[in-house]
Nanobody, 119 residues
């Protein structure tokens, strides 16, 4: 059974940085594109970033372009989201997703990790 486990969330001040990690188990995630989504309180889940299986291609939502960087280490079956210049509006639960196609999610989700950005 495929499992995705996120880590790295927490409380950070506006302007700060965090790095999220997503470890995949039960599959060879290196053969799949992967992505990050987020859901803020009272809002729908939205796409944040995605990366191809090779890491050659990436996608970013306009709201995070230039501030967030997605990367992967296929040897470790892990995807990362480096978040910089964080804003209070980045506060959300961040979810890892397997087989992401740009802004469209695949069917496998992690349980999420909470990021809170204080002003």
């Amino acid at each position: 059974q495929v499992q995705l486990t996120e880590s790295g969330g927490g409380l950070v001040q506006a302007g700060g940085s965090l790095r999220l990690s997503c470890a995949a188990s039960g599959c060879t995630s290196s053969t799949f594109p992967m992505g990050w989504f987020r859901q803020a309180p009272g809002k729908e889940r939205e796409s944040v970033a995605a990366i191809s299986w090779s890491g050659e291609y990436t996608y970013y939502a306009d709201s995070v372009k230039g501030r967030f960087t997605i990367s992967r280490d296929n040897a470790k079956n892990t995807v990362y989201l480096q978040m910089s210049s964080l804003k209070p509006e980045d506060t959300a639960v961040y979810y890892c997703n397997l087989d992401t196609d740009g802004s469209d999610p695949g069917s496998v989700w992690g349980k999420g990790t909470l990021v809170t950005v204080s002003s």
